[in-house]
């Protein structure tokens, strides 16, 4: 670009920076709006039952290894199990593939897990401000948590659901993981 307009890099590198920053506040708000309270959180879970038939989902939560090249002095914390150089893209997404939370910059060694457990959404979602409190199911009299959707990177959790192991599965658990799978597969396209 330094060439295209005659400005040094120096300069350059300070505008880029500013016109980053600029797109960034101009349309954070329309663009990744995190559910910042219940009644919102109780919108993304209709939506979810709704398109994909998973009531009480509040998202779709994964990672993407971004590939880069290494860093200097970064010895190993880069390297991730797929055996090259990454940083970590977590997002949080709802049933129309918009994201709604990320944190970008988790180093490729770690796992999704231990990302998501040093997140800000993970102490949003321990204090509840993210999920509306448990509710009945449809046809159903007893409450059940909202959660998010996730892979097996992900520890079960009371807010958090996950498929079952592929063992000894019932007709119940193989209905539970395609149900799973089809409401989570929205993160993946996101990422795609």
């Not at 959180?41 to 090249?69: I, Q, S, T």
């Amino acid at each position: 670009m330094k060439f295209d307009f005659r400005v040094p890099h120096n300069t350059m590198s300070v505008l880029v920076r500013e016109v980053c920053q600029a797109i960034v506040d101009e349309y954070k708000e329309e663009i990744i709006s995190c559910p910042i309270s219940p009644e919102e959180g109780r919108a993304v879970a209709e939506m979810f039952a709704r398109r994909w038939n998973v009531p009480h989902g509040c998202g779709a939560l994964d990672g993407k290894h971004v590939a880069c090249r290494k860093p200097a002095n970064g010895g190993s914390l880069y390297h991730n199990y797929k055996g090259f150089f990454s940083i970590v893209l977590m997002g949080l997404v709802d049933a129309d593939y918009k994201f709604l939370w990320i944190d970008v910059g988790g180093h490729g060694h770690m796992s999704d897990a231990q990302i998501f457990n040093d997140s800000e959404l993970n102490e949003c979602l321990v204090d509840g401000t993210i999920c509306p409190p448990a509710d009945h199911l449809p046809n159903d009299d007893r409450d059940m948590p909202y959660f998010f959707l996730a892979d097996d990177a992900f520890a079960m959790r009371t807010n958090m659901m996950k498929p079952y192991s592929m063992r000894k599965m019932t007709k119940e658990h193989r209905i539970y993981n395609y149900r799973i799978s089809r409401g989570r597969h929205v993160v993946e396209n996101a990422f795609g």
